[in-house]
DNA sequence: CCCGATTAAGTTGCGCACAACTTAATCGTG
DNA sequence: CACGATTAAGTTGTGCGCAACTTAATCGGG
């Protein structure tokens, strides 16, 4: 209800001091919803031995295939930076293996190993444990990932159009 | 459509299977969602110089004042062993004083310098750039931060009740 | 009053995310 | 064919998140 001074470009009925409030909310709330996600994977990964970053690794390989690193990244959303080291350590555990392609030399194959195969029956019962603990419908399920979808795009389109300044906080 | 072979105890309409190809899905939008936002909030806070579990830690000053950093970890769900280091570069860039409170030895009171306050001006326009970028109504932003809140609660809810077994993969 | 339990903050170690960079192979155009 | 541009993967450095642990102060029961 509050008269906005009409700073920004979106949004004409809240002022900035409210937006910094609703921010408080909204952006802590996307955060730590995300981080207790991360906490029930956990535990419901334990018996499986693997991080929430390594089981979507695994899951793009149950689900597509063997296929090159830069293939898993993009549908992960993640550069070599994060998933070089990662599949590394999966290899280590004897899930996957690495191995250059012969067509293309520049290109790693990632492969699932018979453990890495097996896994997949024991890791059938997880989403269903995660289900669980969200308290939500299939239905809801549904309709919060269309929701984070549509978010997803829309920040990836908005992003890199500002101005830059000076460095983050470091110690 | 498919049945289900009723293993779990929330839901019998859906195979594991299926719900292993959903979990894809689900989570990783949700991680996906946490990453994209963490970009756009990184552009909008690269003229502030800060991160955003930086900008997370200054919203709760500007908001509530000087406070321990017990209270601070509440308010964020952040432990000691990740708002240490984040506090003390705050401190190293100013924005922040730390001081045992004399009440309690043990207690750390942070408290927001003239350059932290100051900061609050230049950082109201932030929320809005956020907002913007989403494309959402404030009304959405408003259901998706309800949906979040009780998806939290009911995560944290359901947290630490699973068998233990071996150690995650490590490098 | 004393001593074990609890509590606040900090430290260490590991994995993830990301920016910036390096290395090596492939592509494309003259 | 030659050579610069592009591309895939990996490396380095910084910060966050969390578990496990340490240190020091406070609390509480005998």
């Known amino acids: ?10 949004l004409p009925a809240v002022s900035d001091a409210e937006l910094l409030r609703l921010d408080h909310q909204v952006c802590f709330s996307l ?8 906490g029930v994977y956990r535990d419901a990964l334990k018996d499986l031995g693997l991080t929430y970053p390594q089981y979507l690794a695994m899951l793009v390989l149950w689900e597509h295939g063997p296929q090159p690193v830069k293939a898993i990244g993009e549908q992960l ?15 280590t555990a004897g899930l ?13 194959t990632v492969r699932l190993t018979e453990a890495g195969e097996e896994m997949r029956e024991r890791a059938l ?4 444990k995660i289900l669980a603990a969200t308290g939500l419908s299939v239905e809801e399920v549904l309709g919060l990932q269309g929701l984070l979808g549509r978010l997803t795009s829309a920040l990836d389109e908005a992003q890199g159009q500002s101005g830059a300044s000076p460095e983050p906080v470091r110690g």
């Open 77 to 91: 959303r993640l550069d070599s930076g994060t998933l070089s080291p990662l599949l590394k350590r999966l290899e």
């Open 1 to 10: 209800m509050t008269p906005s001074p009409a700073t920004g470009p979106t």
């Open 31 to 38: 955060h730590a919803a995300s981080r207790a996600f991360g």
């Open 125 to 128: 019962p997880v989403p269903r």
């Open 96 to 108: 996957v293996r690495r191995e250059r392609s012969a067509a293309d030399e520049r290109s790693v």
